[in-house]
């Protein structure tokens, strides 16, 4: 299935590494125009080194007022990947204030903000839009240390929900991915050891963890028209992990 994507203005979170960085050049690919905002600018410099043709805003979207700053004239986008995200694992009974607000800051916080702010352009414009948020199976199923996580990330679908249902009349879609441990280069790192990997793997009918190209394809797919009548769902890239 080919999809197209020339005249449609993209704007990922978290571009500069991992599914972020794939899904900007996957965009690209797909012909769109494309802005990569993450708060690191070595990595922006590195993906414009990649990607000549991106725009890039360097901001620390957990920052209300410099989000507001960063794209009050960002301009047109048809397109939003909220992607930005942190995962700090703690125990539960070890949870610290400073874990659970940073987490909720950014996983929650700035994701409804920027959409916010892309929305209502779209809806101004009224040519309509997608949205992709990032999630996780961790939205849907406990994990042991992930606590704040798993909140963060439940807290992420169910405002998906409630963004499609306000922005569904004025043509906007609004969907979340929900991945299992996808191998990033962190991810290879932090699941490489075969006696962390093997009890997660276990719960996968498929026997792997994702690749990153899996996740990506899926938000392609959901920011396309062939996806035209998909809106309010959270779609996990799981290898049935939630089925088992």
């Known amino acids: 299935m080919e999809i197209c994507l020339a005249g449609k203005r993209a704007l990922v979170t978290g571009a500069g590494k991992g599914i972020g960085r794939a899904t900007v050049k996957a965009l690209l690919a797909c012909g769109a125009e494309v802005i990569a ?10 993906l414009v080194q990649e ?3 991106i725009l890039t805003i360097c901001a620390d979207l957990s920052n209300w007022e410099a989000t507001e700053k960063a794209l009050k004239d960002i301009g047109r ?3 939003l990947v909220n992607n930005a995200a942190v995962a ?5 009974l070890e949870m610290t ?11 929650v916080k700035a994701m409804l903000h920027v959409s916010q702010i892309i929305a209502k352009g779209m809806k101004c414009r009224g040519a309509g839009g997608a949205i992709v948020n990032l999630s996780s199976q961790a939205s849907q199923c406990a994990l ?21 249902l306000e922005l569904g009349p004025h043509k906007i879609r609004v969907n979340t991915v929900n991945p ?9 790192i932090g699941w490489s050891d075969p006696a962390k990997a093997s ?5 996968i009918p498929l026997g792997r963890f994702a690749e990153v190209e899996d996740v990506v394809n899926t938000i392609i797919f959901l920011l396309s028209d062939k996806s035209a009548m998909i809106t309010g769902t959270a779609l996990p890239v799981d290898g049935g992990f939630l089925a088992s």
């Open 51 to 53: 990607c000549p043709k």
């Open 144 to 164: 042991k240390d992930h606590a704040v996580y798993c909140a963060t990330k439940g807290a992420v679908d169910m405002l998906t929900k409630v963004m499609a």
């Open 37 to 46: 905002v993450t708060r690191t600018q070595s990595d922006l410099d590195s």
């Open 180 to 188: 299992t441990v996808v191998m990033t280069a962190m991810g290879r």
């Open 88 to 92: 700090l694992l703690e125990p539960f």
């Open 199 to 203: 009890g997660m793997l276990s719960r």
């Open 97 to 107: 204030e400073g874990a659970i607000d940073k987490s909720f800051d950014i996983n």
């Open 77 to 79: 986008v048809d397109l």
